[in-house]
């Protein structure tokens, strides 16, 4: 290729202007993950970056708007933005999974709406909630009987228990933070987490734990409390990107996150 080196005193002196170049996969030559981030979300997007920490798997994020005060009226509120939210992540580009990152929302709208208006945008995606996650993880763990930690006020929680146990968990043993402002949930201690975590998870009659909400932090101390416990333990976010990982055919083993990070889904 022959330099343009055409005189010209306001530019180079040498122009390469067509280099060759080769292509390959980019930095999601494995799997490229979308997620859909409540506004209010402090946690999430942290979570995430940390576990899908693996080389050609990428991460990338759309934020919703959603009201900072969890109510049913709220979180019903949020379907008609899915899908908006959902195309303008890496438009005319291909997306392995699209995650919606609201745990209630996904009940109170429904999962297969949710994933009806991820679809609008991304046909070809598949879909996740962090119910429907967490749902996974309980049938990978062989975990019948669920101890439940949430923030959220007693009619979400209530709402919450019956929609596990019509799929077929108990929830025999529950507890929450009663904190119904998303900002303040996000600054929740891991202490305080993890004390609450094994205060519920000690009971006899439950064999495994979920920490409730996407704005909770779980995933950092999720082994040490599994190791204290001796049961398993997972959260919305920590079993939402298990979830998307496995969706996208990445099955590696990663223990350091916990005994679900080791797992593969049901079939």
């Known amino acids: 290729m022959a330099p343009d080196t055409t005189p010209d005193s306001d530019g180079?002196?040498?122009?390469?202007?067509?280099?060759?170049?080769?292509?390959?996969?980019?930095?999601a030559a494995r799997a490229a993950i979308g997620l859909i981030v409540l506004a209010s979300d402090q946690t999430i997007e942290h979570e995430f970056r940390q576990i899908v920490d693996i080389k050609g798997v990428a991460l990338y994020e759309s934020r919703i708007f959603n009201d900072n005060t969890i109510t049913p009226e709220t979180l019903a509120a949020m379907e008609a933005r899915i899908k908006d939210c959902t195309a303008v992540i890496l438009p005319g580009l291909d997306l392995d999974v699209v995650a919606y990152g609201c745990t209630s929302a996904s009940m109170v709208i429904g999962e297969e709406n949710v994933f009806e208006r991820i679809r609008e945008a991304r046909p070809g995606a598949r879909c996740t909630t962090p119910i429907t996650a967490a749902m996974a993880a309980f049938r990978a763990f062989g975990a019948k009987r669920i101890a439940m930690l949430t923030p959220y006020r007693d009619d979400i929680n209530l709402g919450m228990r019956a929609y596990i146990t019509e799929r077929g968990f108990d929830v025999p043993v529950m507890g929450s933070f009663n904190e119904d402002d998303d900002r303040r949930v996000g600054r929740i201690s891991h202490a305080s987490v993890r004390d609450a975590a094994l205060e519920l998870g000690r009971h006899d009659d439950v064999d495994a734990v979920f920490v409730s909400c996407t704005a909770v932090r779980l995933a950092e101390i999720a082994a040490d409390i599994e190791n204290e416990l001796g049961k398993p333990v997972t959260s919305s976010n920590h079993a939402m990107a298990w979830h998307c990982l496995r969706l996208a055919g990445i099955n590696d083993a990663m223990p350091r996150w916990g005994r679900l990070f080791t797992l593969a889904p049901p079939a």
């Open 12 to 27: 180079p002196r040498i122009n390469l202007t067509r280099i060759s170049y080769d292509a390959d996969g980019g930095i």
